[in-house]
Nanobody, 114 residues
Framework: QVQLVESGGGLVQPGGSLRLSCAAS????????MSWYRQAPGKERELVAD????????NYADSVKGRFIISRDNAKNTLYLQMNSLKFEDTAVYYC???????WGQGTQVTVSS
């Protein structure tokens, strides 16, 4: 069955960096566009970034443009999100999503705090 397992979240100070990973299985990862979403307490889930399957075209929310980088390793069936210059408002649970399967990962908590 389709599985998405996120990792790499944690507690970081403002201005710091984290790299999230999403290990995918149960479907042909290289043929599917992938996305990162996040949900902060009391807010709706929002798109952070997405990436196409083979040509790797990326798209970012304005709030993270220039700070976050989405990438993928199709040989390892893994999606990444490099997060730099983190801000308090980046605190959220981050989810990996594969649209064609309408499947979410379990999420990983990112907390930006001093």
């Amino acid at each position: 069955q389709v599985q998405l397992v996120e990792s790499g979240g944690g507690l970081v100070q403002p201005g710091g960096s984290l790299r999230l990973s999403c290990a995918a299985s149960g479907f042909t990862f290289s043929s599917n566009a992938m996305s990162w979403y996040r949900q902060a307490p009391g807010k709706e889930r929002e798109l952070v970034a997405d990436i196409t399957s083979t040509d790797g075209i990326t798209n970012y929310a304005d709030s993270v443009k220039g700070r976050f980088i989405i990438s993928r390793d199709n040989a390892k069936n893994t999606l990444y999100l490099q997060m730099n210059s983190l801000k308090f408002e980046d605190t959220a649970v981050y989810y990996c999503y594969v649209r064609s399967w309408r499947h979410w990962g379990q999420g990983t908590q990112v907390t930006v705090s001093s």
